[in-house]
């Protein structure tokens, strides 16, 4: 991917696509790519294409789908931080080769996409999306939706990047307003934007601000994938600029307030 910068601002959730199968060329280069994704916690997830008139597959929010990917993971400790991040690199490549996507994690028949892409013991799915050329035009359905939750709006950066301690503003450096504009730019369930960075010492601590039904058995924690998203924006626009971020899980007792997790620091 060539300019991160773009492709996340560009970037748009698509729920009326064109009708169009991909192109063989495209559907090539994601399998490849595929492959190549990993996480920085060292859990696979795994990807699987599923045909949706063959496999019976649909969503109430979408229109003119033919092809989905979900992606599946072994349950276990930071299981939905890393589907979230490896989910989100392939969301960003296809949207590089102009295919729409969007997170699909509640509006559909769940046991048919988990029996269509073989589920099994041990295993979720907490998300699939749809990977098609965007329609000319978004649905009318489609366009309140985005209304409905505030598709285009984001917390300012006080709200969610700190500087030693929980709510102190982080001051940001000049090299480091991009890739935290990246992160501020992230997608969310709901455009929740859960979220929270705190710099200490020259590291930055990732931290969930949970709401309240989002944890769950089957999906795992959906606000944890949120993390993941946003950590995966911040790790790849530091190595856009020739950086090697290392992730680590090592929390700093940092003081938070109930209800918040801290998930991962990243130092440079």
């Known amino acids: 991917m060539s300019n991160l910068m773009e492709i996340v601002k560009g970037r748009k959730s698509v729920r009326t696509f064109d009708g169009k199968q991909i192109s063989d060329e495209h559907r090539e280069m994601l399998q490849k790519y595929i492959k190549e994704i990993n996480n920085p916690f060292d859990i696979p997830v795994e990807f699987v294409f599923l ?12 229109s003119g789908e033919q092809l989905y990917v979900a992606g599946k993971v ?19 490549y296809a949207w590089s080769l102009g295919i729409g996507t969007v997170w699909i994690g509640g509006t559909m028949k769940r046991e048919l ?5 073989e589920l099994k ?11 098609g050329y965007p329609a000319a035009k978004r649905s009318i359905k489609e366009n309140m939706m985005r209304k409905g939750i505030g598709a285009d709006a984001r917390k300012a950066a006080q709200e969610l990047f700190f500087e030693n301690e929980w709510e102190q503003p982080l001051n940001i450096a000049k090299d480091m307003e991009e890739v935290l504009e990246m992160v501020r730019l992230a997608p969310s369930a709901v455009n929740k934007q859960p979220w929270r960075i705190v710099w200490k ?15 769950k058995e089957q999906t795992g924690d959906l606000q944890k994938i949120d993390v993941g998203i946003a950590l995966c924006h911040f790790v790849m626009g530091l190595e856009e600029q020739g950086k090697s971020p290392k992730v680590t899980i090592s929390d700093p007792g940092i003081r938070v307030p109930e209800a918040v997790d801290y998930i991962a620091s990243v130092n440079m």
């Open 113 to 117: 996409f988990e029996k269509a892409a």
């Open 121 to 131: 013991e041990g295993e979720m799915m907490p998300c699939v999306s749809p990977l």
């Open 51 to 62: 045909d949706a008139k063959e496999k019976g597959l649909s969503s109430p929010v979408l």
């Open 74 to 92: 072994a349950k276990k400790p930071y299981a939905d931080v890393a589907f979230g991040y490896a989910f989100e690199k392939l969301v960003l």
């Open 201 to 215: 010492d020259g590291v930055y601590h990732f931290y969930e601000k949970k709401d309240k039904g989002y944890d």
